[in-house]
């Protein structure tokens, strides 16, 4: 009863029972794609008020008393006038206002409604959401967080807000999509505002997109939606949120400017993503090709293929009101003039930190898992990726998986109506490009990519990683159900003894060193080291008690399962230790780290002393760095025009020792168990 009644104090409360699902391709596969574009549109609005157009948005930002005062500000600092100011900040509304026109919208609805039907089997869309957002939108400013897995995210979700009836959102973009002539003024005219993706220390800028987006959210204009994650995941792993946007969405509430905020989550999960050989190219190091509509055009060859189906799960409305109760005195924001920007004190950005991460890891919980999901975790854990695993053990090991992912809280989507058989074989059809079945047995297709010309050994070794990094993907997607008993088991095998104390801390080390690695709320330690116990105990792998926990007889294929799972990442930043050590030198800068660790692992792979291809993973090898740089194993170090990387050789040869089981872990800083 003590562990259940901790692991009630986890669970967040944002987290409720998961509505059913409509598929709206349905409807669209039997009615007219014209009639459906132009049908009747009459959303609902915030309050029924009657919207203003883009022209006006634009005049109220450049009037606004914000952006008179940092104009009058960056003035006495630079010299410049006030008119020639007035009129760099006008360039700047230009460049990023959307321009909403209905017309356009309807076209998109037209066009890619003929699109998702070829591409996909359904686009399903839970419709209890889809009430709360409406009921949402009446009442306070919205703020829609998808996740961001692909391009095509924003434009399904003004799809399916079309598709209900309700009010489209203003969209934050990149710069990169204005490139793209054409498509970029029609996404303009979709809702798309475009913001630059830094700008430093210019005043001028911040005022006029932090008003841009506070004065649409202030007076209920429409619905805004941007990213918290600030860019596309390539690796189906939730990024660490980025607070820009958050804490100038959340400005109005915590200045009295509005009564209250609904952030709304959205999870948006693929069963067959899109760009999923790009990233994988991408992570490899072959550079992001440039957004083009010629590009988009190219893009075509798509269509012949199929992508299965996609889920999108609106969650539960969270009100800034409730979740600032309590954490954030108001009262310092009456101090000075709301027009006059104030750095937020450290209980205003602690507060949204958190708020942060707890909508990341809404997103997460609602994010529905396919079969392939089991699958590629079960093929990446096969001892040798080239032999791979009987058809019947693979099968067999996915029901298993099946079990554990439902009892640890997995959102999974497994017809029930199909034999366990026709699951896997529908799935591995669907992902044909990535697994070959002979002599009965399913393995990963490597080796397989065609090449004009003679090729490389570590062009090879590239070559034999895109299979292993796309397959990784799918993975990553279970990540965030298994990472707490996953972190547990690893930590259970790697302390001395059972001793509870000492597994925690063991924990306490993993969780603080992979905590840009994985989704992990800030000052949570004690609570994912609870649940993560208290899943294990409910399904008999481990047993508690008040000093030790022990694993069953029973428990150690679950156990073996997970730690697995985490050691991919384990030898990936035991192997940029080891880089560190044998090969850095002080000259060696942040922008060099990666291609020069990428080649000291390509040698490795093909030494065979490294095991894993995904660790050649950009995205792996900067989480590694950043988590060094935390630690105070690495420091920054500027050195002329560049700032390059200075190694503490002793912390990293004690950090590399520890991950590969040769000394016990650093005591936790505050165990409190």
């Known amino acids: ?234 690796t189906s792993k939730s990024l660490t949120p980025k607070l820009g946007l958050l804490n100038i969405a959340m400005d109005p509430f915590l200045k009295g400017e509005v009564f209250d905020i609904s952030l709304v989550p959205v999870s948006i999960s693929y069963e067959r993503i899109l760009e999923e050989t790009l990233y994988a190219r991408e992570m490899l190091g072959v550079p992001k090709p440039k957004e083009s509509t010629s590009g988009l055009f190219k893009a075509r060859k798509i269509l012949s293929e199929d992508y299965g189906s996609i889920h999108v799960y609106f969650g539960q409305p969270v009100s800034v009101r409730s979740l600032a109760e309590g954490r954030v005195n108001r009262c310092q924001f009456s101090l000075t003039p709301r027009h006059i920007p104030k750095r937020a004190g450290e209980d205003v950005q602690t507060f949204v930190n958190e708020a942060a991460y707890r909508l990341v890891r809404a997103q997460e919980e609602n994010m529905v898992l396919k079969p392939w999901v089991l699958l590629a975790s079960i093929l990446l854990q096969s001892e040798d990726l080239e032999s791979g695993i009987p058809l019947a053990e693979l099968t067999e090991q996915a029901l298993w998986l099946r079990d554990l992912c439902r009892q640890y809280g997995g959102f999974l989507h497994w017809p029930d109506h199909m034999t366990p058989s026709e699951v896997v074989s529908s799935s591995l059809t669907l992902h044909h490009g990535l697994v070959r079945i002979s002599e009965g047995k399913v393995h990963l297709a490597l080796n397989e990519e065609a090449q004009a010309g003679p090729v490389t050994p570590e062009e090879q070794v590239l070559n034999r990683a895109v299979p292993v990094m796309i397959c990784t993907s799918y993975r990553n997607q279970a990540l965030h159900v298994f990472v707490r008993p996953a972190l547990l088991a690893t930590a259970v095998h790697t302390a001395a003894t059972n001793n509870k104390q000492e597994v925690f801390n063991t924990f306490s080390f993993l969780r603080n060193l992979f905590a840009n690695e994985f989704i992990l709320c800030p000052n949570a330690t004690v609570q994912d080291f609870e649940e993560a116990c208290f899943l294990l105990e409910k399904t008999g792998v481990v047993q508690l008690n008040q000093q030790e926990i022990i694993v069953t007889h029973r428990g150690h294929r679950t156990m ?61 090898q900067k989480n590694a760095l950043a988590a060094l740089l935390r630690l105070g194993a690495v420091r920054k170090v500027k050195r002329a025009e560049q700032t390059s990387l200075k190694v503490n050789k002793v912390t990293i040869n004690s950090l590399e020792d520890t991950l590969g089981g040769k000394l016990p872990t650093p005591k936790a800083a505050t165990a409190r168990l």
């Not at 209890?128 to 924003?154: C, K, N, T, W």
């Not at 780290?593 to 950009?618: C, D, M, N, Q, W």
């Open 1 to 234: 009863m003590e562990n259940k009644a901790a692991y009630s104090v986890c669970i967040d409360p944002m987290l409720k029972k998961r509505d059913d699902f409509e598929d709206i391709l349905e409807e669209r596969r039997n009615s007219s794609d014209l009639r459906y574009a132009l049908r009747c549109y009459t959303p609902v609005l915030y309050k029924n008020l009657i919207p203003c157009d883009a022209n006006a948005l634009k005049t109220m930002v450049l009037q606004s008393d914000q952006v008179h005062y940092v104009i009058s500000q960056v003035s006495k600092e630079t010299g410049r006038t006030a008119e020639d100011l007035q009129e760099e900040a006008s360039g700047i509304v230009e460049e990023m206002a959307h321009r909403l026109q209905l017309s356009t919208v309807r076209f998109f609805a037209f066009a890619l409604s003929k699109v998702f039907k070829t591409l996909f089997k359904s686009i399903c869309v839970n419709e209890d959401g889809i009430q709360r957002l409406q009921q949402a939108i009446h009442e306070h400013p919205v703020v829609l967080l998808p996740s961001h897995r692909s391009y095509m995210d924003f434009l399904l979700m003004s799809l399916i807000l079309y598709t209900y009836d309700l009010a489209l959102p203003v969209i934050a973009a990149g710069m990169d999509f204005m490139g793209m002539k054409v498509v970029g003024e029609m996404l303009r005219m979709s809702g798309a505002f475009f913001i630059r993706r830094s700008f430093g220390g210019d005043k001028l800028y911040w005022a006029v997109f932090s008003e841009y987006v506070k004065t649409i959210l202030k007076n209920g204009l429409a619905p805004v939606e941007f990213f918290l994650e600030g860019t596309r995941s390539r």
């Open 560 to 620: 073996g399962f997970l730690s697995r799972m985490l050691l991919p990442f384990i030898q990936g930043y035991q192997m940029v230790c080891a880089f560190l050590c044998e090969e850095a030198t002080d000259a060696l800068t942040e922008k060099e780290f990666v291609l020069a660790v990428r080649t000291f692992f390509i040698k490795k792979l093909r030494a065979g002393t490294l095991r894993y291809p995904e660790v050649l993973s950009s995205d792996l």
